[in-house]
């Protein structure tokens, strides 16, 4: 099994990853785990943060690497809160954490009624890394189209999801059960399409590590 780094210490991507990764023979290892701190992210695009990460984790640890980057983007902001979309609040001296974030913007959008103003999407960029200096590393990115919500909804997930109405079921993204929202959200489409590529040098007999 060849050990690849995930440039994130969130329990649930990495369990996920491992049941997605495992059938190529790929075992994913968290960061933290090997004593690497989260890089600085300095970009300015999801794929060039998600680089950055890819990098710096596989830098440190001399092993392939997986990183992602994702955010929220709302047309009615110029496709903000996006790269900063966990700041979002910090920023704008509103408080720090996913509902300071979301109350925000809900209040930046206040003056807008229609749901069809208030478009929005998630976006997931995921990139794979055979070793620092890769010239050609996997890149697979995913969306979910939806708009924000009036108040939020639901007590799943995290973020932006209670005031997130995806169109896929029209319901917030916080209303849905894991199994649902992993098959259809932004970054579950990534991963997927990130492993079927995986999956797809595997079966040609060329080690993808």
């Known amino acids: 099994m060849q050990k690849v780094v995930f440039a994130s210490s969130n329990p649930g991507k990495i369990r996920e990853l491992n049941d997605l990764l495992s059938p190529v023979g790929m075992e994913i290892i968290a960061q933290d785990s090997l004593g690497i701190k989260a890089a600085e992210e300095t970009a300015h695009t999801f794929v060039e943060n998600a680089l950055l990460k890819a990098r710096h984790a596989s830098a440190a640890s001399g092993l392939p690497a997986i990183a992602d980057d994702s955010g929220l983007e709302v047309d009615a902001l110029n496709g903000a809160p996006g790269l ?78 209670p005031v997130f109405c995806n169109h896929d079921t029209h319901t917030a993204a916080a209303l849905l059960d894991k199994a649902s929202k992993n098959r259809l959200s932004h970054r579950g489409k990534a991963v997927a399409l990130l492993v079927d590529r995986l999956k797809a040098i595997h079966e040609q007999g060329a080690a993808p590590l």
């Open 84 to 161: 900063y979309s966990a700041r979002h609040a910090e920023r704008h001296d509103a408080g720090t954490g996913d509902v300071a974030n979301y109350e925000l913007l809900l209040a930046q959008l206040s003056d807008l009624p229609d749901d069809a103003q208030r478009s929005a999407r998630f976006r997931t960029v995921v990139v794979y890394l055979k070793h620092e200096f890769d010239p050609s590393p996997l890149i697979a990115e995913g969306s979910w189209e939806g708009h924000i919500l009036h108040a939020p909804q639901g007590d799943s997930g995290f973020g932006y999801d």
